[in-house]
């Protein structure tokens, strides 16, 4: 069922507490009100340079070396939503990986912190339970769990297969005449969301959503660098990528991994080009093309392994059956949404915030599609103010670098979450600086101890952060710094960055 955006606006209405900061039913008066106020105190801000802030962001604005960078800037009080400081703070620019605070929130804001994910194992045909044979398929289908078979949560999950496989046993199947197989997806066929590039496409970091995923949906590649210049040798491929076909043309050089891994989804051959470490060994990461067709062959091994004897072979096509046609057999739940969101920011795995992105467009809309998840995610930032229309978001990660949102965009909704019920998930999701996740590397110094939460972001020529900064006074702030088309290295600018978020731990 697919739902058109007046009944899905409703939909999401009804799923946000009546504590939001603003409703869906705003009339038109005040939400004209609110837009004349803001346009004030961002100007207000902005042009005062509130006590000694203007300076840090004049040093900024005044250093030649970075002629053409664009920065959008924003601090409001976490609780009120009191603008601080702001410079350019409506100017859109591409955010990075802080763009994966929009599904994750809206997320944990319509499906709950303890939403799971599921995926079952149906048995197809009929069951003879005298003589152990099923007369059709074993059959899994996929609820769209991200995190199925991952290593962040392997001692949630175990050994998936092996389980599913102990289920089989004891309901007494001992031949499957027909093979084993995904069911048909709730997904559309479309993994990958249309605003990344196709050179990411092969890379771990480019993982495509599916309604069966295993592993992160990637694997390795483990390759030799000989000397100099010559070429780099394919030792052995992980399980999950041994059906692929390669054609390597690496290069053994340097001391830095600069190997790309080129294919689509689906497809079973790639090539790899560039170059790897001279003289060592060295594992480079991929993407996997097919992660359901992944799955279907670990459990036939696994049921092979334990003495089930298959008649037919798997392969990537889906079954047919329709659910009216299926027994249940055995369900495994993913680890909560709560937990999924924590790895998502902390981590910034692309992958999981594109899966909960679409699996918003499945949950709240019955269309399980990227555009379903982006139009839950519009709306629910419409119904708070964040005005989404005057964004543009073409994924839920931040890998593509055309998206255009602003710092005053995403502090709006950062006040949104602080006074939200979902707040102590969301702020649990943010990586502490110094500490934890993405910002062990970031906001070191003794000085912003405990301080600083945020997600980070970082793709070429743009750097971001995003989260909440306790000040001296205890005044607890939400915060975005978005810079864009710089020329200099990373470090220069979150140094610039990290002098803004001093100056106003010191002044307020």
């Known amino acids: 069922m697919t739902l058109d955006r007046e009944t899905a606006c409703t939909l999401i209405q009804n799923s946000i507490h009546t504590s939001s900061i603003r409703t869906f039913k705003q009339t038109i008066t005040m939400r004209m009100t609110i837009k004349i106020l803001q346009a004030v105190i961002i100007a207000a801000a902005t042009a005062t340079g509130i006590n000694g802030q203007q300076s840090a962001m004049d040093i900024i604005v005044a250093d030649t070396t970075l002629t053409g960078t664009s920065w959008s800037v924003c601090f409001a009080d976490a609780v009120t939503g009191e603008m601080i400081f702001g410079h350019d703070a409506t100017r859109n620019l591409a955010s990075a990986s802080v763009m994966k605070l929009y599904p994750t929130s809206v997320a944990l804001s319509l499906l709950g912190p303890d939403y799971r994910f599921s995926t079952d194992i149906y048995v197809s045909g009929k069951f003879n339970s005298r003589r152990g044979v099923v007369d059709g398929d074993i059959i899994i289908r996929g609820g769209g769990d991200p995190a199925l078979g991952s290593e962040y949560f392997s001692d949630h999950y175990g050994d998936v297969t092996a389980k599913w496989t102990e ?11 027909g093979r084993v197989a995904a069911a048909s997806s709730i997904y559309e066929f479309n993994p ?15 993982a495509g959503v599916f309604d ?7 694997y390795n590649i483990y390759i030799t660098g000989y000397n100099e210049g010559s070429p780099a040798v394919i030792d052995s491929v992980e399980l999950y ?65 334990a003495g089930i004897r298959i008649d037919t072979p798997p392969s990537a096509a889906r079954a047919t059956a329709g659910l009216e046609e299926m027994t249940p057999l055995c369900v495994t739940l993913s680890p909560t949404l709560e937990e999924i969101v924590r790895v998502t920011n902390h981590e910034s795995v ?61 502090v709006r ?46 793709i070429t020529s743009a750097k971001s952060f995003a989260g909440y900064v306790t000040t001296s006074s205890g005044r607890r702030l939400a915060f975005t710094m978005f810079a864009n088309g ?19 731990i010191e002044n307020y």
């Open 192 to 206: 990958a969301p249309s605003g990344w590039s196709w050179g990411n496409l092969g890379q771990y970091y480019g």
């Open 486 to 504: 710089f020329t200099v290295s990373n470090r220069i600018i979150t140094d610039y960055m990290e002098s803004v978020v001093r100056e106003i």
């Open 167 to 177: 289920a089989l046993l004891a309901a007494g199947i001992r031949h499957v005449k």
């Open 241 to 305: 990528g041994r059906d692929i076909l390669f054609n390597s043309y690496l290069v053994s050089s340097g001391r830095s991994d600069q190997g790309y891994v080129y294919s689509t989804p689906y497809s079973q051959s790639a090539w790899i080009a560039g170059s790897v470490p001279a003289d060592s060994s060295f594992a480079l990461k991929a993407s996997n093309p097919d992660p359901p067709l992944t799955v279907v062959r670990l459990l036939d091994q696994a049921m092979r392994d």
């Open 413 to 458: 909704l950062l006040v949104h979450m602080h006074n939200s019920p979902c707040t102590a998930p969301f702020i649990a999701s943010l990586p502490e600086g110094a500490v934890s996740g993405t910002m062990k590397s970031y906001f070191r110094d003794e000085f912003f101890k405990g301080r600083v939460f945020a997600k980070t972001g970082t």
């Open 212 to 218: 069966i995923n295993f592993n992160d949906n990637k």
């Open 350 to 410: 692309n992958m999981y915030a594109e899966a909960i992105r679409k699996h918003l467009g499945y949950a709240i809309m019955g269309e399980g599609t990227f555009s379903a998840g982006a139009e839950v995610i519009r709306s629910f930032l419409d119904s708070i103010g964040c005005e989404p229309y005057e964004a543009v978001i073409l994924d839920g990660s931040g890998l593509s670098a055309n998206n255009n949102i602003s710092s005053l965009m995403t």
